[in-house]
């Protein structure tokens, strides 16, 4: 039931960050939570593959580096959603960060 909450919840921030930054745009909230789950599903298999990868540079930028590897998740997502679409590297970059804030204050409250 946590799980569906906290899925439920990125969406909302998805549809949210999609209606304020201009270069995010999501079809609706379906979208949304299917976006919610793919970015789950890139994040539990490829992110930590992509870490490990580029440990090196991660350890060399003091972890700066995960910030892009955040944004390359994102426009992984983007790829494989079409209801999905993000106009760049920056966007992706500012809409990661700002989903990776929202979503770490709403798992705040919820704990």
Known sequence: MRLILKLLLTAVIVVFLAYFLPGVTTDG???????A???GILNLILRPIIVLLT????ILTLGLFLLVINAFIV???DSLLSGFD?????????FSLLLTILQSIVNSILD
């Open 29 to 35: 909230y379906l979208d949304a939570i299917i976006l």
């Open 75 to 77: 426009l992984i997502a």
């Open 86 to 94: 993000v106009d760049g590297f920056w966007w992706a970059l500012i």
């Open 55 to 58: 440990l090196p540079i991660t």
């Open 37 to 39: 789950i793919i970015l």
